[in-house]
């Protein structure tokens, strides 16, 4: 019933509908006038970004290489290994299970301030808030991924006389490698959210989060929003790369293929 | 057996949490303690120690025990009336999340259908959903509230409840691309000849067939609405609700104000989860689905 889309179509329809977007903003501003306190113009704010090329990249190391990314690895391995040692015992892991669940529905972000309190304004705290706001869906879904091989493959196993370790090696942890690419890709994008928030809450004078407050203060509207399009940039960057790895490591799931 | 099965272990989790909580607060709390003491020149005993880490004004980590006061303080021993009542201040937060959460369910449907029915809608706008989501919304907060502003919006509320819909649409939309799709082709052509329009096969087969679908993302997404709607109270400097809270105790150096609106926050996102889940059953029965 349906036709197939092309690969042209797939990338053309979507960027010419973000182009028609920003064609419509340009015009936008510029017929109605619209104050650059307000809403500045495409065009503005790419200037923004040219201008201030070196403060931009500034803010990005300190807020996405050090807060971000310390965060996001320590956190993922946080949860990767209490995953893995919670598995072997049945009994923990009911009930872990509801209550990491409940913990990765809870607005964690909200530690923020404490973490600042405790690791001081640098980025060690914004590395700590996006560890912490990264171990439960790393934990949860790197559980789940654990019991995703079944019944029968995991008796083939056992009549191949694998043990625990060998088993976890060869099957399970293969099978559970989606799920961990999952709870990765949430993962990207709320580093970043928490990287940023905490940055609120006290930081040196750089980072993104610092940059738009104080941007914000003084009516600097296009520097605030050259620092959402690098942050938008990154979070798609970071996601695409997530995604890029899994398609590599997990070819062999029905998802990926043909 | 479901005690032993699920209770137990659960019960089990959360005593060894609190006994880790306990100790981490000793340790964390004792270097104060030992300050303290060094500067009046006197060696506190292991109790002493220990009693003075759970009874610190500012400790660095309060024990539960303080939490839980300073929260039956802020709320049952407080007027609801009073800023300092946590209760008001999570009125505010419920009012934001359910704005959030309405908007988000109407342009997360609205999406989906776009998508379902138009070819061209789902080549345009899906790519764009998702990397929506991959966008730190933190990052658009001020402006949210500037452009909301000089939209004519009076109040905080707008600006948050846009934050708590843009975290929230992406569940529901997802849900319902797939369950407005859900119908096979069998369905599909059994209405075709009963000469049914395109209207019509929408609203009396689609709509119908993604209600499941509808059901399984309310909870995601009212959890979602819930921590834009917090992340937006710390986002765009409000001065009421529970990410306000954090904020003043924050900038007042007053961790039991952090602490006390941390809990307050998980609790009303646990009530939250469960209203949403229970109503989602009820509903789930009354439309003739099977009790799962």
């Given at each position: 019933m349906r036709q197939k889309d092309t690969q042209f179509e797939r990338i053309a329809y979507p960027v010419g509908?973000?182009?028609?977007?920003?064609?419509?903003?340009?015009?936008?501003?510029?017929l109605f006038n619209v104050s650059p306190a307000l809403l500045p113009a495409p065009s503005a704010i790419g200037a923004a970004i040219a201008s201030s090329a070196a403060i931009l990249w500034g803010d990005w190391v300190q807020t996405v290489l050090k807060g971000a990314l310390n965060g996001i690895w320590m956190g993922s391995l946080a949860g990767i290994a209490l995953a893995l040692v919670v598995d072997r015992f049945v009994f923990l892991k009911r009930g872990l299970m509801p209550v990491a669940n409940f913990f990765a529905a809870l607005p964690i972000v909200g530690l923020a301030p404490i973490m600042v309190m405790w690791f001081g304004f640098d980025w060690h705290s914004k590395a700590a808030v996006v560890a912490i706001m990264v171990f439960f869906p790393m934990l949860v879904n790197t559980l789940a991924?654990?019991?995703?091989?079944?019944?029968?493959?995991?008796?083939?196993?056992?009549?191949?006389?694998?043990?625990?370790?060998?088993?976890?090696?060869k099957l399970r942890i293969p099978a559970a490698l989606p799920f961990v690419f999952t709870g990765l890709k949430i993962s990207t994008t709320l580093a970043l959210i928490g990287a940023i928030v905490a940055e609120y809450f006290g930081s040196p004078i750089r980072g993104m989060g610092f940059r738009i407050t104080t941007e914000m203060g003084r009516l600097a509207t296009d520097m605030v929003w050259a620092e959402i399009f690098i942050s938008a940039l990154t979070g798609t960057a970071l996601y695409g790369l997530v995604a890029l790895i899994e398609k590599r490591v997990t070819f062999w799931h029905p998802s990926h293929r043909g | 057996m479901t005690f032993r099965r699920s209770i137990l272990p659960i019960l089990t989790v959360v005593v060894a949490l609190v006994v880790i909580w306990y100790g981490a607060a000793i340790k964390m709390n004792s270097t104060w303690?030992?300050?303290?003491?060094?500067?009046a020149g006197t060696s506190p005993s292991l109790s002493?120690?220990?009693?003075?880490?759970?009874?610190?004004?500012?400790?660095?980590?309060?024990?539960?025990?303080q939490v839980v006061s300073e929260l039956w303080k802020t709320t049952v021993e407080k007027k609801i009336t009073s800023k300092r009542s946590l209760?008001?201040?999570?009125?505010?937060?419920?009012?934001?999340?359910?704005?959030?959460?309405?908007?988000?369910?109407?342009?997360?449907?609205?999406?989906?259908?776009?998508?379902v029915l138009s070819r061209i809608g789902r080549l345009s706008l899906m790519p764009w959903a998702i990397i929506s989501q991959t966008i730190p919304i933190v990052a658009l907060a001020p402006i949210i509230v500037i452009l909301s502003n000089a939209a004519g919006a009076g109040t905080l509320l707008v600006p948050k409840a846009i934050i708590a819909a843009y975290l929230s649409f992406f569940p529901v939309m997802v849900s319902m691309v797939k369950g407005l799709s859900s119908p096979d082709h069998m369905q599909l052509d059994l209405l075709r000849t009963y000469g049914a329009g395109p209207r019509a096969v929408f609203?009396?087969?689609?709509?119908?067939a993604?209600?499941?679908?509808?059901?399984?993302?309310?909870?995601?997404s009212v959890a979602a609405a819930f921590v834009g709607a917090v992340v937006g109270e710390l986002s765009t400097s409000a001065i009421?609700?529970?990410?306000?809270r954090m904020l003043i105790g924050s900038q007042f150096g007053e961790p039991m104000i952090m602490w006390a609106a941390l809990f307050a926050a998980a609790i009303l996102a646990g009530l939250l989860i469960v209203t949403i889940g229970g109503l989602e059953q009820i509903l789930r029965r009354a439309m003739g689905g099977r009790p799962v």
């Open positions: 509908f973000g182009l028609l977007v920003l064609v419509l903003w340009e015009i936008g501003v510029h991924g654990l019991s995703a091989a079944d019944t029968m493959q995991r008796d083939l196993m056992r009549t191949y006389a694998a043990g625990h370790v060998a088993t976890l090696m | 303690t030992f300050d303290q003491a060094a500067r002493e120690v220990i009693g003075d880490t759970m009874q610190q004004s500012r400790p660095l980590l309060p024990v539960p025990h209760v008001y201040q999570g009125f505010i937060t419920l009012k934001t999340t359910l704005w959030g959460f309405a908007l988000g369910i109407v342009i997360g449907v609205g999406l989906a259908a776009i998508i609203w009396k087969l689609r709509v119908p993604s209600m499941p679908y509808f059901f399984a993302s309310l909870k995601v009421a609700g529970l990410g306000a």
